[in-house]
């Protein structure tokens, strides 16, 4: 199963008005395991580089002034995402809302809302009234924060990959074969954290099972007082 961790920087908050991307990057999944594939890429946004944008991932007009623009990078970056792969996205309405205009303006069909997966949303329903920022989330699962210090497209889809798999059940997803099949004495719980949890139970013996002499006396006598039991018919 392919799933594509998504993130870009853009100029501003609406391509409407005149933003644009200026820097995407995407970490490829297997079943939830990181490949190793990654695909990353500046983005020229012809236009200035507003002071807040700037701020916020230290990408400057200067810097992008000679890096291709979207239309240049359109076919390796769709290529790289493929068809059908699950796009695992940090607030997927808004990055996908500007992928979707620079697709647009280059009359190439959308990305499919059916295809993104929403981190953020998934945090929500985890953590309800809680902080679900990236960065948030990294401290609840303590994952390193300190390769960031600005914003950046594959540094926070390398971030996003750890904290997806965490949302989804753990670093190690799916049953864990944990129980030592010789302990009798241990049996698994699953704990409020969701995680299988051991715990302890005393040994007891096993009771006695061979009737006594006494009680097999009592039992032949309590036959013989039946009337007309239906194994004598």
Not at 30 to 55: K, L, Q, S
Not at 208 to 217: D, G, I, L, Q, Y
Request: glycine share 8%; net charge negative.
């Amino acid at each position: 199963m392919r799933e594509i961790v998504l993130d870009t920087e853009t100029t501003g908050f609406d391509p409407e008005t005149g933003d644009r991307v200026v820097e995407i990057g995407c970490v490829e999944l297997n079943f939830h395991v990181p490949t190793g594939n990654e695909y990353h890429c500046y983005i020229n946004p012809e236009r200035d580089m507003p002071e807040g944008a700037f701020g916020v991932h230290g990408l400057s007009g200067e810097f992008l002034s000679d890096k291709p623009v979207f239309a240049d990078i359109v076919d390796d970056f769709l290529e790289f995402i493929g068809d059908d792969a699950a796009l695992v996205i940090h607030n997927a309405s808004f990055d996908s809302k500007f992928l979707n205009a620079e697709l647009k303006w280059l009359n190439r069909p959308p990305l499919p809302e059916v295809r993104l997966i929403d981190t953020l949303e998934i945090a929500r329903r985890r953590f309800p009234g809680g902080a679900n920022s990236l960065d948030a989330l990294c401290r609840r699962f303590d994952v390193d924060l300190s390769v960031r210090d600005k914003h950046g497209a594959l540094v926070d889809c390398q971030l996003l990959a750890a904290v997806y798999l965490e949302l989804i059940g753990g670093r190690q997803p799916g049953l864990s074969l944990v129980a030592d099949a010789q302990d009798t004495s241990k049996t698994q719980n699953r704990s409020a954290s969701g995680q299988m949890a051991q715990i302890k139970r005393e040994f007891r013996p096993a009771r006695p099972h061979t009737a006594s002499e006494a009680e097999k006396a009592a039992h032949a006598a309590f036959v013989d007082g039946l009337k007309e039991p239906i194994w004598r018919a």
